[in-house]
């Protein structure tokens, strides 16, 4: 399958986004899908992760309660809802995917080399 984030832009402190996460050439009901971000100069930070079937989702402590996660199956697409943004959100967004039959904890979910697909970045930038 392949991934197609969108829905970044420039927006202000304490603004919303909804980025999506498109399955091309597959359906991402077959997958785990997460989502990371890496602002210049720092490591691939775990954002969010859901399952395959919607019924475990993670989050990071640093958006925990302002992103949400969601997936519409009918669409083939995972959702990022973004509340409360803040400066330190600032970076680019990757979705990634994970085969369902993959074991799938919050434990893996953090893990990058735990997904076997990624998206293109989408770039978020909050300015204060």
């Known amino acids: 399958v392949q991934l197609q984030a969108s829905g970044g832009g420039l927006v202000q402190h304490g603004d919303s986004l909804r980025l999506s996460c498109a399955g091309l050439?597959?359906?991402?009901?077959?997958?785990?899908v997460g989502w990371f971000r890496q602002a210049p100069g720092k490591e691939r930070e775990f954002i969010s992760g859901i399952n395959w079937n919607g019924a475990a989702i993670y989050y990071a402590d640093s958006v925990k309660g302002r992103f949400t996660i969601s997936r519409d199956n009918a669409k083939n697409t995972v959702h990022l809802q973004m509340n409360s943004l803040k400066p330190e959100d600032t970076a680019a967004y990757y979705c990634?995917?994970?085969?369902?039959?993959?074991?799938?904890?919050?434990?893996?979910?953090?893990?990058?080399?735990?997904?076997?697909?990624w998206g293109q970045g989408t770039q978020v930038t909050v300015s204060s």
């Open positions: 050439g597959g359906t991402l009901n077959n997958y785990h």
């Open positions: 990634a995917a994970s085969p369902y039959n993959n074991y799938y904890t919050g434990a893996e979910a953090k893990r990058p080399y735990a997904y076997d697909y």
